[in-house]
């Protein structure tokens, strides 16, 4: 439901009014009880993504990302520059392992 604004011609009173889209207008001012209110034409509803499905870092300014970047660039060279670990050996390792028991697998029968 759209909140609408309106003002009062007779004592220039301005409020929003949270209603219907199907409702109609209101007439009577809430302050000086006249019947000289009009809603006013805003600028319209923007959208406005609220809840527990989005990501608050889905919106970020341009100073946030650039710091962002800026700070990701820095610790991928801090990386770059570790010695390489023993990792390398592990993948060999375990494959010897699988050699071995797939051939004493294969002459069970």
């Not at 390398?88 to 375990?94: I, L, Q, V």
């Amino acid at each position: 439901m759209p909140t609408y604004d309106y003002e009062c011609d007779a004592c220039n009173h301005k409020f929003e009014l949270y209603q219907s889209i199907s409702a109609e207008p209101e007439k009577t001012c809430p302050e000086c009880k006249k019947k000289k209110l009009r809603r006013l034409i805003g600028t319209g509803g923007a959208v406005m993504f609220k809840g527990s499905g989005f990501y608050q870092t889905d919106y970020r300014s341009d100073s946030y990302k650039k710091a962002a970047s800026s700070d990701s660039k820095s610790t991928s060279s801090d990386s770059s520059s570790a010695p390489a670990s023993s990792a390398s050996t592990t993948p060999s390792s375990t494959s010897k392992k699988s050699d071995s028991s797939a051939k004493s697998g294969g002459s069970g029968s």
